[in-house]
């Protein structure tokens, strides 16, 4: 089955600088890369995704790269700030079934 | 428009015991998956049903069963309850490729 490795397990910057977590998968099938936020307590929250068709996607502060031969994606989230605080999962996909995640980055934002 | 909801919040089980837990999609979603999350994990996936049928299964036991209604609302069933069936249980609707998450269920088992 798909496996997806996430680096790294924890990532601490300071306000304003960017934050980058990398993921690898391992099913070449895969063309569906989202990537979720969870604050502490709360529900996991889309934040961006991307397609095997697309190579780069940008939403405001965060952007997500993915390289289809090296099966790797990367979110980037620019001018990071304290609410940016959370753990974020990469995740894979094959068409619309299961979402296989990685183990979580837990970003810490300090003022 | 609700999001995607899920009842109970909170639920504590001895060993053993069986568990019902409910989820309603997001108006306009027919699918729905459901994860469950250990404490410090990302989400596993358990199953997805697609016009009440399980379409897709993970990597559990058959004590975890489930069952999606004709309005695309779904239950998961999860029998013989073990220590280690403590987690969060988060169910996901979708229509397309998007899934959105529920608050989810807490559940204990002690």
């Known amino acids: 089955g798909e496996n997806v490795e996430q680096h790294p397990s924890t990532l601490s910057v300071q306000e304003g600088d960017s934050a980058v977590i990398k993921c690898t998968y391992s099913?070449?099938?895969?063309?569906?890369f989202p990537w979720y936020k969870q604050e502490l307590g709360k529900r996991p929250q889309l934040i961006i995704d991307i397609r095997s068709n697309v190579g780069e996607k940008k939403d405001q502060r965060i952007a997500v790269t993915l390289n289809k031969t090296a099966k790797h994606f990367s979110l980037h989230i620019t001018e990071t700030q304290p609410e940016d605080s959370a753990v974020y999962f990469c995740?894979?996909?094959?068409?619309?079934?299961?979402?296989?995640f990685g183990k979580g980055t837990s970003l810490l934002v300090t003022p | 428009d609700a999001g995607v909801t899920q009842s109970p919040t909170h639920l504590i089980k001895t060993r053993g015991q069986q568990v019902t837990l409910r989820c309603s999609p997001k108006?306009?979603?027919?699918?729905v998956s459901w994860y469950q999350q250990a404490l410090g994990q990302g989400p596993q996936f358990i199953f997805q049903?697609?016009?009440?049928?399980?379409?897709q299964r993970g990597n559990f036991p058959d004590r975890f069963s489930g069952h999606q209604f004709p309005n695309y609302s779904s239950e998961l069933n999860v029998n013989a309850l073990l220590l280690g069936d403590s987690a969060l249980y988060l169910c996901a609707s979708s229509l397309f490729l998007e899934q959105f998450f529920g608050p989810g269920t807490r559940l204990t088992v002690l």
């Open positions: 995740a894979a996909s094959i068409g619309g079934y299961a979402l296989n």
């Open positions: 108006s306009g979603h027919d699918t």
């Open positions: 099913d070449s099938a895969s063309n569906y």
């Open positions: 049903y697609y016009e009440e049928e399980e379409r």
